[in-house]
């Protein structure tokens, strides 16, 4: 366990803090604290941490003791994230993408988000937008992080896309067509599926069933 601890600790990077707001302000995270889980490495050990997820910076989070936010510097020997009882399996360019259960296979999640207002505190703790206000779409490598002054905070609105993984590749779908593209031979088939059942390629419950629905065609 001393050893894993030491691995995980130099895999990690000290962060200054990762949208800094007060508390009444929707923060990015994924989950509404950080919670204890677990980081899997490549030679199967294990470690527990305090984690969550950003989805706007896309940044995976760990809280040390003295609540000191730290990011990881190097992911190369990690292959997956737990979270209470999800789990986040990680891909290419350190993209983590949520695993979930369909059937007897899986289909995964990547998060993400964008700021859509930040607010100024006014007089009795009250708050208030102002024209100066800049709203983010998106946050390059250079500016992950948003630092946000005492009294303020941020409202961020939480999206995510449906992926399978094909051959070790994360394969997005967001349509019948896309879909049936990752399943070649079998197009016409999963059309009329997500015809028959009106299938909504933005609702979990839907894409588990035709994923189901799916499985006969894979390899």
């Known amino acids: 366990m ?70 990881f510097s190097d992911l190369s020997s990690i292959t997956a994230i737990k979270i209470e009882n999800r789990v986040f399996i990680k891909g290419k360019n350190n993209m983590f993408y949520e695993q979930v259960p369909a059937g007897n296979g899986y289909y995964y999640l990547q998060w993400f988000g964008k700021i859509v207002s930040q607010e100024k505190a006014g007089a009795y703790g009250t708050y208030s937008s102002t024209s100066a206000v800049t709203t983010y779409s998106t946050l390059n490598a250079d500016n992950r992080v948003i630092q946000l002054k005492p009294g303020e905070r941020v409202e961020t609105k939480k999206n995510c896309k449906f992926y399978l993984k094909i051959k070790d590749r994360f394969m997005l779908f967001d349509s019948a067509r896309t879909l049936g593209k990752l399943f070649k031979g079998h197009e016409a088939e999963i059309k009329e599926f997500a015809a028959e059942q009106k299938i909504d390629f933005s609702n979990a419950s839907d894409i588990e069933r035709i994923v189901v629905f799916c499985e006969k065609f894979a390899n």
């Open 2 to 71: 001393k050893t894993f601890r030491s691995h995980l600790l130099f895999l990690l990077l000290l962060f200054p803090a990762s949208l800094v707001a007060q508390e009444e302000g929707n923060n990015g995270y994924l989950f509404p604290d950080f919670m204890q889980g677990s980081v899997l490495f490549k030679n199967g050990g294990a470690e527990p941490a305090m984690l969550n997820y950003n989805y706007v910076t896309k940044l995976m989070l760990l809280k040390d003791s003295k609540d000191q936010i730290l990011e």
